[in-house]
Nanobody, 124 residues
Framework: QVHLVESGGGLVQTGDSLRLSCAAS????????MGWFRQAPGKEREFVAG????????YYADSVKGRFTISRDNAKNTVYLEMNSLKPEDTAIYYC?????????????????WGQGAQVTVSS
C-alpha cells in the first residue's frame, strides 16, 4: 500500500507559476514510476507528466511540454511538478499517482495508487 498526499495548489493568474508536491508513504517509493494527472470539470482525467523511479526518464503531455517539469527526490519520498507560464486551460484538480510499470505510461488505468488531488485554478 502507498499513501499519497498532494500539496501546493491554489489560485493564480495567467503566466504565474506553481509547484505541486506529492509526499508518499508506505512501500518503497523509489521503486515506482510516478505520474501527474489532471481532471477539469466535465472532462476525463488526463496524463500530464511522468518520471521513472531513477528519474532517468521523463515524459510530458504535449499541452504542458516546455512549461511543466516533473522531478523526484527519493530520499524525501516526494515527487514535484513545477508549473510555469500557467494558462486558464491548466485549471483542474491535479493528482499524483504510482505505477509499478518500469516505464512511463499515460493511461490512468496503469496507475495503482492515487492521491486525493490538489486544485489549481488559473484566472485570465
Amino acid at each position: 500500500q502507498v499513501h499519497l498526499v498532494e500539496s501546493g495548489g491554489g489560485l493564480v493568474q495567467t503566466g504565474d507559476s506553481l509547484r505541486l508536491s506529492c509526499a508518499a508513504s508506505g512501500r518503497t517509493f523509489s521503486s515506482y514510476t510516478m505520474g501527474w494527472f489532471r481532471q477539469a470539470p466535465g472532462k476525463e482525467r488526463e496524463f500530464v507528466a511522468g518520471i521513472t523511479w531513477s528519474a532517468g526518464s521523463t515524459y510530458y503531455a504535449d499541452s504542458v511540454k516546455g512549461r511543466f517539469t516533473i522531478s523526484r527526490d527519493n530520499a524525501k519520498n516526494t515527487v514535484y511538478l513545477e508549473m510555469n507560464s500557467l494558462k486558464p486551460e491548466d485549471t483542474a484538480i491535479y493528482y499524483c499517482a504510482v505505477s509499478t510499470i518500469v516505464v512511463v505510461t499515460t493511461p490512468p488505468r496503469n496507475y495503482r495508487y492515487w492521491g486525493q488531488g490538489a486544485q489549481v485554478t488559473v484566472s485570465s
